[in-house]
């Protein structure tokens, strides 16, 4: 975790941001950004889910720009945060465009969900909405959400089937694995390609991979 040693007096009313992700290059090219903006101030840093919740706890900044895909899990650390802290004013930074890890984060208590592709576009706009109390979703992602907001979504077990054939394994290991037969995941299969339109298991993963419905 890395504080920042900026001065914050009474009466400032800049927006005081923490950025959590893991990658160093990213969150120096956002500082970059936001340090051009007599509105804003970077409070702090986090690399990690763990140290995203420490930092907001102790510097409770007005809005947490959060990875989802660093060490620590930032769904998670969202889920924390406003758990405890209702108030939390969270924006996603991802590379997914999937619906399912839009929604998981939403979900979450995220009020805002932005592509990193973006960022240059679209950051100062979504930090400044949110703080507003706005929430902010990109066009190309809540198109995503749309698209699929009527497909029956797949239930646990068939998650965790279709990241097991993805971990490439047969169905006689995965059901050894789940301790169930055979036949239960092929049953289970048959469901997941009918809910996500597809025909056989590698376009299956595909499909589920780009949605964030399960992980490569």
């Known amino acids: 975790?890395?504080?920042?040693?900026?001065?914050?007096?009474?009466?400032?009313?800049?927006?005081?941001?923490?950025?959590?992700?893991?990658?160093?290059?990213?969150?120096?090219?956002?500082?970059?950004?936001?340090?051009?903006?007599?509105?804003?101030?970077?409070?702090?840093?986090?690399?990690?889910?763990?140290?995203?919740?420490?930092?907001?706890?102790?510097?409770?900044?007005?809005?947490?720009?959060?990875?989802?895909?660093?060490?620590?899990?930032?769904?998670?650390?969202?889920?924390?945060?406003?758990?405890?802290?209702?108030?939390?004013?969270?924006?996603?930074?991802?590379?997914?465009?999937?619906?399912?890890?839009?929604l998981h984060a939403l979900r979450a208590g995220a009020a805002g969900y932005l592509l990193k592709s973006s960022l240059r576009r679209d950051l100062l706009d979504a930090i400044r909405g949110v703080h507003a109390g706005r929430r902010h979703l990109q066009a190309e992602v809540a198109e995503r959400i749309a698209i699929h907001a009527i497909d029956e979504p797949l239930n646990a077990r068939e998650i965790t089937v279709l990241q097991l054939i993805a971990n490439g394994n047969s169905n006689k290991h995965i059901a050894r694995e789940l301790n169930l037969s055979e036949d239960t995941i092929k049953s289970n299969i048959k469901s997941i390609f009918a809910k996500l339109y597809v025909n056989d298991r590698t376009h299956a993963v595909t499909v589920a991979a780009k949605r964030g419905i399960i992980d490569l």
């Open 1 to 102: 975790m890395n504080q920042h040693p900026a001065s914050i007096e009474a009466g400032d009313d800049r927006i005081r941001v923490l950025i959590a992700d893991d990658h160093p290059m990213l969150r120096e090219g956002v500082i970059a950004v936001l340090e051009t903006q007599s509105d804003m101030v970077v409070v702090g840093e986090a690399a990690t889910g763990d140290e995203a919740i420490a930092g907001w706890e102790r510097l409770r900044p007005d809005i947490t720009l959060m990875d989802l895909q660093m060490p620590g899990n930032g769904v998670v650390a969202i889920e924390t945060i406003r758990r405890a802290h209702p108030e939390a004013r969270i924006i996603v930074l991802t590379t997914f465009t999937g619906d399912a890890q839009a």
